[in-house]
């Protein structure tokens, strides 16, 4: 996919639902375009459009479409904007966006622009963003599209494993149903992996190098049962903001109905500023079981987490 993107045309309105006028320049502010109707403290602050996805539509209308008609803040010219995806940003050296949402629902009768056209591309085509550095923007300014690059620490509890009797496996196979999943949701994704031995201390040195790091998600495994040396969720506790613990209640009693020894599984989830933290027991096993069930709420989490209405 190409990474840049020429705006041909910058657009704004005073009021909901109706046609953007076109302008040589808007500047945008952290509430989004200066002026504009849509602006606000919210997630869907700018909107943008591909010329090309205007063009094609002009065919089912049977007529020519302005710039701003359905009532997109920027139309793009030179990349599908439409398949970016929540968390990938534009840039260029004065302004930088998130992007936040593709498509929206059509109000129909409600919008004006809808009543005029009849339909309108922007529920399938469009996307919203939210001003992360906000600045001017210039008609033919270029922006440069960043997708994002999902980061994920994995931290395997092992006294063994640390000294060399065994090899870990969890870690790894932690590593990969991460990537494959990322990969599935057309995401990139990074994986860091370290072992270290049930020392409470180098759990926190570990945890708090990987915040300084700005990893998205950080997975440990192991430690977690009520031996002697199991740590991690004492120490994990300690170190979130908050506990989710729906999440890992679901996992224990869901697979603790078959195999009562899971339910003494100590397994805590919480969250650290906007980092997703999990630990994990240390079996390959249970690693597979967790996954299964964390993926399913991963990229709600994050949604949330970022203040993005995902509903």
């Not at 593709?102 to 996307?127: R, S, Y």
């Not at 992996?193 to 700005?214: C, G, S, W």
């Not at 209640?249 to 933290?277: C, F, M, Q, W």
Request: glycine residues 8%; neutral net charge; proline residues 5%.
């Amino acid at each position: 996919m190409k990474n840049t993107c020429k705006i041909k045309s910058l657009n704004s309105s005073e009021k909901k639902g109706t046609i953007k006028i076109p302008k040589k320049e808007i500047t945008l502010t952290p509430e989004g375009v200066e002026h504009d109707a849509h602006a606000g403290k919210w997630h869907r602050q700018v909107s943008l459009l591909a010329a090309e996805s205007i063009s094609s539509f002009e065919g089912e209308l049977g007529r020519k479409i302005n710039f701003g008609e359905f009532a997109e803040n920027i139309t793009t010219e030179g990349f599908p904007v439409h398949q970016t995806k929540p968390f990938d940003r534009f840039k260029n050296n004065n302004v930088e966006l998130e992007v936040t949402q593709i498509g929206k629902k059509c109000h129909g009768d409600n919008c004006e622009i809808f009543k005029l056209a009849g339909k309108c591309v922007m529920p399938k085509e469009g996307i919203f963003c939210r001003v992360i550095s906000p600045g001017k923007l210039t008609e033919n300014d270029e922006l440069e599209y960043l997708p994002k690059t999902f980061r994920v620490k994995v931290i395997t509890l092992s006294d063994r494993a640390f000294q060399g009797v065994y090899k870990d496996k969890s870690g790894p196979l932690i590593e990969k149903l991460s990537k494959d999943w990322f990969v599935a949701e057309k995401y990139a994704c990074e994986t860091h992996r370290t072992v270290i031995p049930d020392e409470a201390d180098l759990l926190t040195v570990e945890l708090e190098k990987a915040m300084q790091q700005n990893f998205d998600i950080i997975y440990t495994t192991g430690s977690t049962g009520i031996g002697p040396r199991d740590i991690a969720p004492a120490a994990i506790s300690e170190f979130i903001d908050l506990e989710i613990p729906g999440i890992m209640d679901h996992i224990r009693l869901k697979y603790g109905a078959e195999k009562p020894n899971a339910l003494l599984s100590r397994s805590v989830a919480g969250v650290k500023n906007k980092t997703l933290v999990f630990s994990l027991p240390g079996s390959t096993r249970a690693v597979n079981e967790y996954l299964t069930e964390i993926h399913k709420i991963l990229m709600h989490s994050f949604l949330m987490l970022h203040g993005i209405d995902g509903h």
